[in-house]
């Protein structure tokens, strides 16, 4: 039975689908990385500074003091005071990276649908060029015995029961 389900196991996990999966969600958590780095790296500093210096990082509200009490001049001191605070500056933070990231993977998305759009025309546009070309092509031919329509594969006249291989 342990076998069974470790066979069944390895058959879920070694299909491409869930391969692809994971190679998303490894590039998925690098790209997160990534995001989070520009938002507290690049965006918030000059954003922080053109509101009037803040610091987002430490945007914090203090709920409890802790010893010794407020003020805390950085969510460092506080915790290190053991004070309960109201972590706001990373709430803001996590919010701007969530709108990069959803923005990020729109476009991918919408770029994607474009190339599966045209890759569908020209597929299409392939089948009806194949549909034309076939349909260009004759079907059928005159029997020169009886001048009956016949079938252009036919090896014998079904009209006149004359044998055709000789003239193709």
Known sequence: MIKHIFSEFKK???RGNVMDMAVGIIIGAAFTKIVDSL????LMPPLGLLMGKIDFANLFFVLKDGTP??????????????????NVGFF???II???????????????MNTLQEKLDRSTKAEED??????????????CPYCDSEISIKAVKCPH???DLEDHK
């Open 12 to 14: 879920f996990a070694m």
């Open 39 to 42: 938002v507290k790296d690049i």
């Open 69 to 86: 009490a407020a003020p805390y001049t950085s969510l460092d001191a506080a915790k290190a005071a053991g004070a309960v605070t109201l």
């Open 92 to 94: 803001i933070n996590a």
């Open 97 to 111: 990276s969530f709108v990069i990231v959803a923005f990020a993977v729109f476009i991918l998305i919408k770029i």
């Open 129 to 142: 060029a194949a549909t034309q070309a076939a349909a260009a092509e004759p079907t059928t031919k005159k």
């Open 160 to 162: 006149c029961t004359a």
